[in-house]
């Protein structure tokens, strides 16, 4: 066992670098082999002899020796090893730090050599009038230029210089391809002070130069396209496009949209190029049909797609080109041709009328037709769009124009003259459209009818014929005009989409509401200054209100959820209209009231009448009276319902004789020649009163009224008995007070009659005696 070991220790010092991992692995196996053959010499000796185990004890400690001397051996070795690896990293580390410097150098040379060849590849093609060539070239340069500013050394003059003159040749192609679209692209517009009106269109004119080779055998694209085409490649055909979109849509698009009479005329010019021009068609329509819009803006657009974004692809990047231009152009003109379309043209094609909204289904497949080829052509993108949106939202528009048209003839009838008048009769029926039935159409139609059936009543009276009808009176012919727009709007709402029912319903209901505010504003002057028209006023507002009270429970059967369920109903207007009618009339009244009584005012308080000018004064105040009086009933005649003119002539008249039976009774002394006088003047008031009650043109009719004068002056008996009294002795005096139970002691108080007892007669035994006998009973 020494002798191999010693073999192993002397032969180590000559293992090579290369072959220590191979020899460390035969050791090691050597040294397991050594183990085994001890452990079975061990374990044979040991069995052997058994006694002699001191021998096997001093073999295994040199086994325990070979194995420390080998754990040695490795360690040295692995110090070796790690040491080599060490230095030869070290050198690989240098060799990688020079490999990526000469790659770098290497790299920078090749985007020097990049650029200098795209340089020259750019001022070939820009001589030979290849503008993508050179835009293409152009943009190599700058990505090699970019390049080179990544590099560490950007800092360098040759880079700056670079940079320098980069930004000199994209001016420079710039201008070239700028100078290229004038040419190729030319406008021909109206002069500016002319730039209104239809005729100045007609001088617009757009030509556009295609630019392509004459020769068959040469495939090169047309020179226009070209200019495109490199003005996409240097970012500035956004900037070009924009320019052409402006005068474009004010130009061509849109006086296409408004003007129905202009039309597009698309010709082809002498060589390669096409013209387009506007041309004039009269025609009586004010605003131009959807569909003839659609067809203008197309040939248009199409014209600009086929020659100004180019039939053809000549290039990989042409493609890419053409559909970015017509995207460019779409975004820009969209919005704003839109909007026209909208207002100039779709605004105006809405239905007026229920019946012809089925119809309006082909406006909007007109609509989606022009869409469908304006993505085709990719001008437009995305689905929703405002255009098509307004189309198929025609219920809710067609139901705002109807509104917005019966607001404002509304407001035209309300601000109209008053004074043309219409008779209403208990015949006089409205036009209203016939209604569907309430049973008929759905179950649910059905079963509405169903509830407002009323069960029958046994004995059941029948009402009148005259039952609830409004009394003859005369309206203005606007009002019946306006009655007549609500039911013919409310028939509109039957049969309509709930949201379409219920905003004409709610427009109806602000009719009568700027009725309320508008006509008693607009009309306060000749309200005021002209009793005739606040009489009519007056017949206005009772004629809404009569109205107002069924005009609901007429349609609400026929109206869609929720107006049927109980919302449609003008009842809560009726109060306000009522109001506003008899406000009317009464500040009239009390007009002719305060004239009145400032006539009677001259009368000099109808005292010494004896006197030729006191009574010449008291009697015009007197005739004046009458005389108004009379011009009232006149105005007022045909006018108010009888009862209303009755009232109103006999309570003016009332006002008249309580302010001269006031004044009398007011005299402290009344002679016999001022009592004759007196006498006069009222007995002119009772003789002529009676004929003011004028309420119908037919004179034999006004008779009844004429006698039941006491029925509506309230002081007539009163003004009656006066008159009596001022000519009666104190005898007739006291037999018509008659102890108080006397037709003069229903009209007068005791105080009031001994007043003018005094004031009749003189201080006597026989006054005295009459005095007495005037008590209250």
């Not at 021998?55 to 490795?74: C, F, N, R, T």
């Not at 006002?655 to 007196?678: P, Y």
Request: net charge neutral.
């Amino acid at each position: 066992m020494a002798s191999f070991v010693t073999e192993v220790l002397a032969s180590s010092g000559k293992l090579e670098k290369e072959d220590l991992n191979g020899k460390i692995s035969k050791l090691s196996r050597k040294v397991e082999e050594t183990k085994e053959e001890v452990c079975d010499i061990i374990n044979k000796r040991y069995n052997e002899f058994l006694p002699s185990m001191q021998g096997a004890e001093a073999l295994m400690g040199q086994a325990e020796e070979v194995s420390k001397e080998i754990d040695i051996l490795k360690s040295c070795i692995e110090t070796e090893v790690q040491h080599n690896l060490h230095t030869a990293v070290t050198e690989h580390a240098k060799l990688k730090q020079q490999l990526e410097r000469n790659t770098s150098v290497i790299a920078m040379l090749r985007h020097l050599e990049e650029f200098h060849i795209a340089m020259e590849e750019f001022h070939k093609a820009l001589l030979e009038k290849k503008y993508v060539i050179s835009a293409t070239q152009l943009e190599k340069a700058q990505h090699s230029a970019d390049a080179l500013k990544a590099w560490k050394g950007s800092e360098l003059p040759l880079l700056r210089a670079l940079s320098s003159e980069l930004t000199v040749q994209r001016e420079n192609l710039i201008y070239h391809l700028g100078d290229e679209w004038k040419r190729l692209a030319v406008w021909k517009l109206p002069p500016s002070k002319e730039s209104t009106g239809m005729k100045s269109f007609l001088k617009m004119e757009l030509q556009l130069t295609l630019g392509g080779t004459k020769e068959p055998q040469q495939s090169s694209p047309p020179l226009l396209s070209c200019v495109l085409q490199a003005l996409a490649i240097q970012g500035e055909l956004q900037h070009k496009i924009k320019l052409f979109s402006q005068v474009l849509l004010k130009y061509l698009l849109k006086p296409l949209i408004t003007y129905p009479s202009l039309n597009v005329d698309v010709s082809e010019q002498q060589g390669e190029g096409i013209l387009i021009s506007l041309q004039c068609a009269e025609t009586p329509e004010e605003h131009p049909s959807p569909s003839q819009v659609y067809t203008k803006v197309l040939v248009v657009l199409k014209t600009l797609h086929t020659h100004l974004l180019g039939r053809h692809s000549w290039f990989p990047t042409y493609r890419l080109s053409r559909r970015k231009v017509s995207v460019i152009l779409g975004d820009l003109v969209w919005q704003e041709m839109s909007h026209c379309i909208i207002h100039e043209c779709l605004l105006h094609s809405i239905p007026t009328n229920s019946s012809q909204l089925e119809q309006y289904s082909v406006v909007i497949k007109e609509t989606e037709e022009f869409e469908k080829s304006l993505k085709e052509m990719q001008y437009l993108r995305g689905d929703a769009t405002e255009l098509l949106k307004y189309a198929r939202d025609i219920n809710c528009h067609f139901a705002s124009k109807k509104c917005k048209d019966v607001i404002v003839a509304a407001r035209k009838l309300m601000t109209s003259e008053m004074h043309n008048t219409v008779k209403i009769t208990p015949d006089s029926k409205l036009s209203v459209p016939k209604l569907p039935s309430p049973g008929s159409g759905d179950n649910k139609g059905k079963q509405k009818a169903k509830k407002l059936e009323t069960p029958r009543l046994e004995n059941e009276k029948q009402l009148g014929a005259l039952t609830l009808c409004l009394p003859v009176c005369r309206i203005s012919e606007s009002v019946q005009q306006l009655m007549e727009l609500a039911l013919h709007t409310l028939s509109e709402a039957v049969g309509s989409s709930s949201q379409c029912a219920t905003q004409l319903f709610f427009t109806v209901r602000n009719i009568f509401q700027l009725f309320y505010d508008v006509v008693p504003t607009y009309h306060k002057g000749n309200l005021l200054k002209f009793p005739h028209l606040a009489a009519i006023q007056h017949n206005n507002c009772m004629y809404i209100a009569h109205h107002l009270l069924t005009l609901g429970h007429q349609f609400r059967p026929h109206l869609p959820d929720p107006l049927s369920e109980g919302a449609a109903t003008f009842v809560d207007l009726v109060p306000g209209f009522r109001k506003l009618g008899a406000q009317c009339f009464l500040a009239q009244l009390n007009v002719q009231r305060a004239e009145m009584l400032e006539r009677l005012s001259t009368a000099r308080n109808f005292s010494n009448l004896d006197d030729e000018e006191n009574y010449s004064a008291a009697s015009k105040a007197v005739r004046q009276v009458i005389h108004q009086l009379k011009r009232l009933g006149t105005v007022w005649q045909d006018v108010l319902p009888v009862n209303i003119y009755c009232k109103a002539i006999g309570t003016l008249l009332n006002t008249a004789i309580s302010e001269l039976i006031a004044k009398i009774m007011m005299l402290e002394d009344i002679s016999t020649e001022d009592g004759e006088h007196l006498h006069i003047l009222c007995q002119t008031i009772i003789e002529e009163g009676p004929l003011v009650f004028i309420p119908l043109p037919e004179e034999s009719k006004n008779k009844k009224y004429q006698e039941e004068v006491s029925v509506y002056v309230t002081k007539w008996i009163t003004f009656k008995e006066l008159v009596i009294v001022l000519r009666a002795n104190l005898q007739e005096i006291v037999d018509r007070w008659a102890e108080g139970k006397g037709p003069l002691a229903l009209e007068f108080c005791s105080s009031e009659m001994k007043s003018l007892i005094r004031a009749l007669f003189q201080n006597t035994e026989r006054r005295a005696v009459a005095l007495s006998k005037i008590k209250d009973s």
